[in-house]
């Protein structure tokens, strides 16, 4: 990775302080965080999202997966998936630091309609995330969007520009194959992407896995195999985590009680709520919202409500 993006962040991050933090920018799209600490593990929704370790290493849990990557490596998001992350190598020298860039597809779509030569769909399902090396092209487009969040003036003209030319090297990468598939309308990939949209907009309403594989137009056997190899879970264990995140974040953000956030999340028993709540952070909601608000650093609480 060009060893210009780590001078250009880390001169960032001294603007801003040069404390642990997680730092937005002028763009929302961009965002930097530094840890001198390891991590405990964090439940988040992850978006479609560009990942680069500029510094330390980082994982990622979803389902039974596993991936870690550090420096002079990318993660690229494809789809919306809950998952658990945490920094895996950092200390006071040398402090994890990682930018997180969403991804619009938008975009993808635009900039894939236009190459004259496009990437051909790999055939198989898969993980909707991926581990790659950072290339040069895609370091120098991150430094140019670091420099850019220090003249607003220019953003409205240049980011659209640059968010082009990434999406035009992630197109031309190793992933692209897989990436390319976000943009075809009649791929497994985007509608699994489309049944994924409908759950997380009325996560608290019930479950019904045939009305999904039909938004899908898939069979109900055929939705839910390719749901599970693209994002390593079942659709109710993805609600499941879809709501216990959400759960949590009104817990402890909004100081909701455990009854307001089970019912707000759709559990008709405050009990299984609990149950299951427990289950998956480890800790009954009212103790496990209280240690975070009184231990937790500022910007992990700031992460969780950017997971909703």
Not at 208 to 230: C, D, G, Q, Y
């Amino acid at each position: 990775m060009s060893s210009q993006l780590k001078d250009i962040v880390r001169e960032f991050v001294e603007a801003e302080g040069g404390e642990d933090g997680l730092f937005g920018t002028p763009m929302p799209s961009l965002y930097i965080m530094r840890s001198s600490t390891e991590t405990l593990p964090r439940h988040m929704v992850y978006r479609p999202s560009l990942c680069f370790v500029v510094q330390g290493a980082k994982q990622i849990m979803l389902g039974d997966e596993v991936l870690r990557y550090e420096e002079q490596q990318s993660l690229v998001i494809g789809i919306e998936l809950p998952g658990i992350g945490r920094v895996v190598q950092a200390s006071r020298k040398e402090p994890y630091i990682g930018i997180t860039l969403e991804l619009d597809v938008a975009v993808l779509r635009d900039v894939m309609r236009k190459m004259p030569k496009r990437p051909r769909p790999a055939n198989r399902s898969r993980l909707g995330i991926f581990v790659q090396d950072a290339d040069e092209q895609l370091a120098d487009c991150m430094v140019r969007l670091i420099r850019l969040a220090r003249t607003p003036k220019a953003i409205p003209v240049l980011y659209p520009a640059i968010m082009q030319e990434i999406c035009f090297w992630l197109l031309n990468g190793e992933h692209g194959g897989d990436i390319c598939k976000l943009t075809l309308p009649d791929s497994h990939m985007q509608r699994i992407a489309d049944a994924i949209f409908i759950l997380r907009e009325d996560f608290a309403k019930p479950i019904r896995v045939n009305e999904l594989a039909a938004a899908a137009n898939m069979s109900p056997s055929s939705f839910h195999e390719h749901f599970k190899l693209i994002t390593s879970m079942s659709p109710l264990q993805y609600q499941k985590h879809l709501r216990l995140i959400e759960a949590r974040r009104l817990l402890v953000t909004e100081a909701a009680s455990v009854a307001e956030a089970a019912h707000q999340v759709g559990y008709e028993s405050a009990s299984q709520f609990s149950r299951e709540y427990n289950r998956m952070f480890g800790a009954p909601p009212r103790r496990d919202a209280s240690e975070l608000r009184s231990t937790a650093p500022a910007y992990s609480l700031q992460a969780i409500a950017l997971s909703a």
